[in-house]
């Protein structure tokens, strides 16, 4: 006996993302419903070998169904998932509107799956940000090691993580450059993005950061420990899919980089790509369509008493969104539900 899941937002880059994924993992699917907004009803969608028509979310009834993933941003989350909930279903959102609820789990199933069980608070599950979900991964082994006191993070985020206008916005650009008079002005993102980086994502908050910089710190205290103190610069760059990070870690306790390198080999979720040669790291096209999170260049940091710096690479679409939701809905099969 398997599940009835709902995948909402399904004709978004995440919402496709997690129908392949759901497929792909062999998730024990018994009836499986593709929602959007009323303009895509009727628009056809791949799960697995089935062609789903996507039904208008507006006029769904969520009576009956076990597990919803949202992939449809804020605004529409706070209208459905209220539904949703109340008629019994689990929601796992992959918008911001319910990470920093303390009544709502917020999970990365490799870090704190313990968690799920607080899904009976308001049967709603939050997905992190894209960025905080691949650095996370590769803290917590880590953390559990040698107790980490600071992260100082700087982020190289695709263009996906800003949805269809955002890889759009670059291949238009891209295109653009190579024929005289079709330039193509920034809309999207603040500035060209295409040859260029932008140190910009989503609204500059009184302190200076930007809110994404304070998602990754604000995120980052809730899955892993409050005790930890981040900093992030987060920067918009001309790639399609995949975020890389580079990360500077302090510990309390002194963690050798050969130790590091084998806890990290070790760790659920992780692949480490680490030789040093020319070549002998991951980036982020070689990442894409992946689940794992890569970790390369990891080395002593001398600069402080017991530091570390390593390069992460995720595909964000994936593991920093659709993956991640699916396997939360994983976990609270397995640990919860139990009806697969």
């Excluded at 595909?315 to 809905?329: E, F, S, T, Y």
């Amino acid at each position: 006996m398997g599940y009835k899941v709902v995948v909402a937002g399904a004709t978004g880059n995440v919402g496709r993302e997690m129908l392949n994924i759901l497929d792909e993992r062999m998730f024990p699917v018994d009836e499986i419903a593709a929602l959007a907004s009323r303009r895509s009803q009727g628009t056809e969608v791949s799960f697995g070998d089935k062609t789903l028509k996507v039904k208008d979310i507006e006029q769904f009834d969520f009576t009956g169904w076990d597990i919803a993933l949202f992939a449809i941003g804020s605004d529409a989350t706070k209208i459905h998932a209220p539904r949703a909930a109340a008629a019994g279903c689990v929601v796992i959102d992959n918008s911001s509107l319910y990470r920093y609820d303390p009544q709502i789990p917020l999970i990365v199933p490799e870090v704190n799956p313990e968690a799920v069980h607080d899904y009976k608070n308001k049967m709603i599950i939050a997905n992190p940000n894209c960025s905080t979900a691949q650095m996370v991964v590769a803290l917590k082994p880590l953390h559990d090691r040698a107790r980490i006191k600071r992260v100082v993070v700087s982020t190289y985020q695709s263009v996906s993580g800003a949805g269809k206008e955002g890889m759009d916005e670059l291949w238009n650009q891209t295109k653009g450059m190579y024929v005289p008079g079709q330039e193509v002005a920034a809309k999207k993102f603040q500035k060209q993005i295409a040859f260029n980086v932008i140190p910009q994502i989503d609204v500059f908050l009184d302190s200076g950061d930007t809110k994404e910089e304070w998602k990754m710190t604000a995120e980052t205290k809730k899955i892993l420990d409050p005790a930890i103190k981040v900093t992030a610069t987060c920067v918009r760059v001309p790639v399609f899919v995949g975020h890389s990070e580079s990360i500077n870690i302090e510990f309390e306790d002194f963690l050798d980089e050969d130790e590091a390198r084998d806890i990290l080999r070790e760790a659920p979720g992780i692949l480490v790509v680490d030789k040093r040669e020319p070549g002998g790291y991951t980036t982020p096209v070689e990442c894409v369509g992946d689940f794992a999170t890569y970790v390369s260049r990891i080395r002593q940091d001398v600069t402080v008493e017991n530091g570390l710096n390593l390069w992460c690479v995720s595909d964000n679409l994936r593991k920093g969104a659709a993956l991640n939701a699916v396997q939360i809905a994983e976990l609270l099969g397995n640990r919860v539900l139990k009806k697969g």
